[in-house]
């Protein structure tokens, strides 16, 4: 690709009155015709948008995105010149493509380049300006280095230097100019805004195996307390002494053996024959006596 001298691109300029950068574009994809750059300029229809950039865009959509599991949601105004073009289908889808694109670019913050603050570039430049690998380069070499770094940072945060996501070979802004040129009227994109789900909210931390256990009904198993730090073990103390001697064990009483009981008295018959043989003997030691 052939350098494109500034000159070119100023005749290219007052010829279409598009934009420095378009024109350039043009002359870069035509190798430096001017001709063909016109036809290419009129393709894009960047030349109808650029005639029409001027008008006063009162109209328009408030059109809203929420992706799949809302979690993010973005809303866009989108201005057109009449509410006619503002129904229209082709206007309607551009608003939906917009605010799709939002969404898909979570780095973008301001709708071009020109609305970013001087102090939010003068910060960007100071983080550039400070980073380690310019440490040895000249002056002159670092600020050009920064210079293209702090445009390429810019173009991140710009919704209109964003690649299409639909067709990444053009930009949004080319998309913009596309639909003017097809609609015939000014479109300007006028702000948006991002939500994400629990952005800025500092969530608290849980304990996880709680969480389980309060969905499935069950305790959640206590923590085990940190070992508290050893103490040194008390030292014994020594029983005391008892002060009188203890008494002897008095010893058991002895039970008396049991006595046999006495004879049962003898039988009827056994008297009477008991009771003859004591005569019969008293009867003997008489006559031994009488002798």
């Known amino acids: 690709m052939a350098d494109i001298p500034a000159k070119l691109v100023k005749e290219l300029r007052d010829k279409t009155n598009a934009g420095f950068g378009d024109c350039k574009k043009a002359l870069e994809a035509t190798d430096g015709d001017i001709e ?79 609305d970013i603050p001087a102090d939010v570039v003068a910060k960007e430049k100071e983080i550039e300006m400070g980073r380690d690998d310019l440490g040895n380069k000249p002056d002159n070499v670092r600020e050009k280095i920064v210079a293209g770094r702090i445009e390429k940072r810019l173009k991140e945060l710009s919704l209109l230097e964003q690649p299409y996501i639909k067709d990444q070979s053009i930009t949004v802004a080319d998309l913009v100019k596309q639909t003017i040129a097809n609609l015939g009227e000014n479109i300007q994109i006028r702000r948006f805004v991002r939500f994400v789900m629990g952005e800025g909210i500092e969530k608290e931390e849980s304990d996880f195996a709680a969480e389980v256990a309060a969905q499935t009904g069950s305790a959640a198993p206590a923590a085990e307390p940190a070992p508290a730090a050893s103490e040194p073990e008390p030292v014994a103390e020594p029983e005391p002494v008892a002060s009188e001697p ?38 003997k030691s008489g006559k031994k006596k009488k002798k």
């Not at 551009?94 to 979570?106: R, W």
């Not at 009483?253 to 004591?278: C, L, Q, R, T, Y």
Request: with cysteine; net charge negative.
């Open 36 to 114: 063909k750059a016109i036809e290419w300029l009129r393709q894009k229809g960047i030349t109808s948008a650029e005639k029409k950039a001027g008008k006063i865009t009162a109209e328009g959509l408030v059109g809203s995105y929420i992706h799949t599991g809302g979690r993010v949601g973005v809303l866009v105004e989108v201005n057109c010149q009449t509410d006619f073009v503002a129904r229209n289908e082709a206007f309607q889808a551009l608003v939906k493509d917009v605010a799709m694109q939002i969404a898909a670019c979570p780095n973008v913050e301001y709708v071009k380049a020109d």
């Open 246 to 283: 203890e008494s002897a064990a008095e010893p058991e009483p002895v039970e008396p053996e049991p006595v046999a009981s006495e004879a049962a008295p003898a039988s009827e018959p056994e008297a009477k024959g008991f009771a003859k043989a004591e005569a019969k003997a008293d009867k």
